[in-house]
């Protein structure tokens, strides 16, 4: 009989447990009292200064998105359709204007999750992401995002409203998203990064974000830099399809490739290579031109080829970055 009641008072120590670490308010219907209003913004207010910090804007190419550092080392969760592809160069900007440099890794195409790393040195703002699922529907979260871009007299935007709706690989919000927002941090009211915003339906408060389950499932590939899924958020690059933008032939009085062509502000033009330049190497390899043509009928758009070269007395080595053939 003792042990019966003492089994019934453990199991009910951790019913209230697991009740005291969910927030109250997510389970009324609607706030109930100014009381209620107070403890939601409360909630909110406590965790809004982290969060901030740690939520970036990315600068890639022309374009602008969002993310959140979640660790010191400077790991970045975004969406696949920021990124846009692995290897990608990326201006981080926090929420103070500090720049820092980082590079895309992996992404799943299909679900639009995808991590990127600041390539300088630590340690930086971070927030903790839900490991456990946790959130339901209903639930009330707050959205941060750089809307429209960067922009240090404005702030980061904060948006607040519920899980509305949940689906194998999309939970949805109304919080109310534009563009720039795309890749930025979707937080539970304990401050934890739930989810990442993806897009909009029909309406503005119709919210798509990945849920962070989707990035656990696939995060030691992500971290690898792997090209996960087909779908459209992002697309791989596909081998010959590559453009480098320069014509070569064959020195005569020296070992390597003279260019003789290039394509005015194509990839070769834009990484400083000349007409009359000799190509020394490609990829780390005697410049010849068999080599340079098999090694750009395994790359494609966005893809790196890496050339070596002279201009008379000046040598120079960098990784030209393809582009989409004209």
């Known amino acids: 009989m003792k042990l019966c009641k003492a089994i019934y008072v453990f199991l009910g120590m951790l019913s209230i447990q697991a009740s005291a670490d969910r927030l109250y308010f997510n389970d009324l219907p609607t706030p109930k009292s100014l009381d209620d209003l107070r403890a939601i913004q409360e909630a909110m207010q406590s965790n809004l200064s982290r969060a901030r910090r740690a939520t970036v804007c990315l600068q890639i190419g022309e374009g602008s998105g969002s993310g959140v550092i979640v660790s010191p080392e400077g790991l970045v969760l975004t969406a696949a359709h920021v990124t846009g ?151 791989k690059p596909v081998p010959g399809g590559g453009f480098l933008g320069m014509m070569v032939e064959a020195s005569l009085e020296k070992k390597g490739l003279r260019v003789t062509e290039l394509w005015e502000k194509g990839p070769a033009e834009k990484a400083g290579i000349k007409v009359g330049d000799l190509i020394l190497e490609v990829e780390g390899g ?41």
């Open 85 to 235: 592809g692995v290897g990608e160069e990326v201006t981080v900007v926090m929420e103070d204007g500090t720049e820092y440099q980082g590079v895309s890794l992996g992404l799943n195409a299909k679900t639009d999750a995808a991590m990127l790393k600041i390539t300088e040195s630590g340690p930086f703002p971070f927030v903790e992401y839900d490991k456990n699922d946790a959130t339901k529907l209903g639930d009330w979260v707050f959205s941060l995002g750089h809307s429209g871009g960067y922009d240090k007299a404005r702030g980061i935007n904060v948006r607040i409203g519920r899980l509305v709706r949940e689906a194998e690989t999309t939970i949805q919000s109304d919080c109310m998203l534009i563009g720039g927002d795309s890749g930025g941090p979707l937080f539970d009211m304990t401050g934890k990064v739930i989810g990442i915003h993806s897009r909009v339906g029909a309406s503005k408060e119709e919210s798509m974000h990945v849920p962070l389950r989707e990035f656990q499932a696939h995060w030691e590939k992500l971290e690898k830099s792997d090209f996960v899924g087909e779908g459209p958020f992002a697309k």
């Open 286 to 326: 005697s410049a010849t031109k068999e080599l340079l043509k098999s090694t750009l009928g395994q790359l494609g758009s966005g893809q790196k080829i890496l050339i070596k070269w002279t201009g008379g007395e000046e040598t120079q080595e960098k990784e030209v970055k393809l582009e989409d053939r004209p």
